[in-house]
């Protein structure tokens, strides 16, 4: 079992920034793909970034270059860097562990789910 717990989300205006923490505890596969997974309402769940089993941060084109993914391993904490937000940017975010996500990020799945922090970017 896994332990992922997020914390950062909050309320911000267009062009202000974010930055989530997730820390995972329990028995977790080093070579896990973690990733953050979004829940907008009325829509599927999207994959926004990730870091694979070989280590390497990618990101979906819809947040390239303004969301950056990053873990550290001494503290076990997930990152997700968060720039130049959106009003589409708003949703529910979750940590995840064990995850599957197709190369265009089109498809997302994981084995364990946070309980998710809310993102709300107004313009």
């Known amino acids: 079992q896994v332990q992922l717990v997020e914390s950062g989300g909050g309320s911000v205006q267009a062009g202000g920034s974010l930055r989530l923490s997730c820390v995972a505890s329990g028995n977790r596969d080093s070579n896990f793909c973690m990733a953050w997974i979004r829940q907008v309402p009325g829509k599927d769940h999207e994959a926004v970034a990730m870091?694979?089993?070989?280590?390497?941060?990618s990101s979906a084109p819809s947040v390239e270059g303004r969301f950056a993914i990053s873990y550290d391993n001494a503290k076990n904490t997930l990152y997700l860097q968060m720039n130049n937000l959106k009003p589409e940017d708003t949703g529910m975010y979750y940590c995840?562990?064990?995850?599957?996500?197709?190369?265009?990020?089109?498809?997302?799945?994981?084995?364990?789910w946070g309980q998710g922090t809310q993102v709300t970017v107004s313009s």
């Open positions: 995840t562990a064990g995850c599957l996500i197709s190369k265009d990020f089109a498809l997302a799945a994981a084995d364990y």
């Open positions: 870091i694979g089993s070989d280590g390497r941060p």
